[in-house]
């Protein structure tokens, strides 16, 4: 079961008031931590090319391409899990940026300041410890929460998608704006 629960803003504010900070107020992951003075590596987890589970590809209207997931770490220790779903022709229009990607994130190099780059809203949500979402987020954390936290939006560049789902981990410290 992949595991996507859609939660509102409110009921992710009355759960867990610090990780909801982080979720609905950040457009800048990386930004907003190196802002918070940590000092933050980017842990590529891999990158495979695979079909999509069903919800994913409904949302990108693709069944297959690239998937890249990621840890921002601080000291070894997961702060945050990303996702990111790339179609077969989004990746292919792309080819060249997303080869060059390396260890590096990918708002830094293709999302973040670009004129033909268009986020749509975030949908905030949970999963549980029972779902295949939940096991691709937590394969590096030594002790798992039994729920996750987190938000997806869709971006397009210049009309293609891709997806981006982000996790945030009961390690991260007190937001402050």
Same mark, same amino acid.
């Given at each position: 079961?992949? &595991? ?32 918070? &003075? ?83 809203? %975030?949908?905030? &949500? ?23 936290? &987190?938000?997806?939006?869709? %971006? ?11 996790? %945030? ?5 007190? %937001?402050?704006?």
């Amino acid at each position: 079961m992949y &595991g996507w629960k859609s939660a509102s803003q409110d009921a992710l504010t009355a759960g867990c008031p610090n990780l909801a900070h982080w979720i609905v107020n950040v457009n800048h992951l990386k930004k907003a931590l190196l802002l918070h &003075g940590l000092d933050v590596e980017f842990c590529l987890l891999g990158e495979t090319e695979s079909g999509f589970p069903e919800e994913e590809a409904a949302i990108v209207h693709a069944s297959q391409g690239l998937i890249r997931q990621m840890y921002y770490k601080e000291e070894g220790v997961p702060l945050t899990y990303g996702r990111t779903i790339i179609p077969e022709p989004t990746y292919q229009a792309f080819k060249a940026e997303f080869q060059s990607l390396g260890n590096r994130s990918i708002g830094e190099i293709l999302l973040h300041d670009k004129d033909q780059v268009v986020r749509k809203p %975030f949908e905030f &949500g949970l999963v549980d410890a029972d779902c295949d979402l939940y096991q691709f987020a937590v394969q590096g954390v030594k002790t798992p929460p039994d729920q996750l936290l &987190g938000r997806r939006s869709q %971006f397009l560049i210049n009309d293609y998608p891709l997806l981006i789902i982000e996790f %945030f981990f009961t390690t991260l410290p007190i %937001f402050s704006c």
